[in-house]
């Protein structure tokens, strides 16, 4: 049944037919995420990535309502063009869009959803959201933790932005049982920063080590998602001062104007790139670039386990 909805491109479909190793990516970082035309650069750029290490690229959107696993350039391209005009997505999002034919760029939890329906394992991206600061108020809390506790896929990312609270977004992990890894790191990465004042779960040093992990967890079937923690590589890594003072004059301007619910990740991003004189964004791409490499070499792990 879910066939009718899916539709994969050939690469994707031959990878899928021949058993190869598949890592997804997601859309609204395209759309959402980074200003055109660096978006549709670093978004083929990444799939480039995924196919040096090993692996078969699945950049997933909803595109006239059907599932999307696999793009064409051009496609991409649109994605990158038209930005926020693309609706945001995430779970709650998809059957509404499906059922009407709505374009949609997908969040981490849409992505995993649809990931998952596709037979993905391994997604690689920047960053999650997480339990928003303030959150005690606001109750903003991403769609993406909720889906990291259901959806058996392992995300890859540079940790959490401190755009959130992450000591709530690790409480709220813990919770829900979902397993937090320091690939190379016993400290979560703050994204911009390869540093924190907070520690993963579990260090893992190899991508053999967690691929391991990963067909363990599989195996004694425990359901939902795990989070793989990837600092910034160290020549990208941001000032955390110069950082924290940029995400601190952004929140004050998002709150002034009263931005809410999911226009606040994209404000922040844009704002903290405008503050910073496009820095941000330049950390922004290396980091997604090293989270496609791990997502590559991991997916390629993984499949020679599962042989
Ligand atoms: N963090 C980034 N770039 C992004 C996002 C997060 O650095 O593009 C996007 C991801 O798609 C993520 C979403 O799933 O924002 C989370 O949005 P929200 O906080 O509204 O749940
Ligand atoms: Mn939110």
Redesign the pocket.
Known sequence: MKETYLEYSSEVKNAIENGLPLVALESTIISHGMPYPENVKTALHCQQIVREHGAIPATIAILNGKLKVGLSDEEIDFLGKEGVKIQKTSRRDIAYNVSNKINGATTVSATMYIASLAGIRIFATGGI?GV?RGAELTM????DLEELAMTDVAVISAGAKSILDLGLTLEYLETKGIPVIGYNTEVLPAFYCAESDFKVNFRMDTPEIIAHFLKTKYDLRLKGGVLIANPIPHEFSMDKILIDKAIEEAIEEMNTLGIK??E??PYLLQKIASITKGKSLESNISLVYNNCKLGAQLSAELTKLSK
């Open positions: 959201g928003h903003d809390i991403s769609a619910g999911k606040t990740t």
